[in-house]
C-alpha cells in the first residue's frame, strides 16, 4: 500500500461548457446535473427543482453555478 501526501493529489480539470452551444440551454444544463451529482452526493431533484423556480436563464445559471462553480466553467 502507498500512502501519498495531500499535496501530490491533483485536481481533475474542470468542465467546460459553452453557454452559446447546445450545451447552454436549460434543458442540457440539468442533464449535467444529474451528472454532476452522483458523484458529489447531491440530490438532482432539489437542484433541478430551484433551477426551474428561477425567474429566468440567469437565474437558472446562477443556482447552477451555486452548486458546480468549482467543478464546471461556463462560457457565453
Not at 4 to 21: A, H, M, Q, V
Not at 56 to 63: R, S
Amino acid at each position: 500500500m502507498t500512502i501519498k501526501s495531500i499535496k501530490e493529489r491533483k485536481l481533475p480539470d474542470k468542465i467546460e461548457i459553452d453557454l452559446t452551444g447546445p450545451d447552454g440551454n436549460a434543458f442540457a444544463l440539468m442533464g449535467y446535473v444529474r451528472k454532476l451529482t452522483k458523484p458529489l452526493g447531491l440530490d438532482h431533484k432539489k437542484i433541478i427543482e430551484e433551477m426551474m423556480g428561477a425567474e429566468d436563464y440567469d437565474a437558472l445559471l446562477e443556482v447552477f453555478e451555486s452548486y458546480f462553480g468549482e467543478y464546471v466553467v461556463l462560457f457565453r
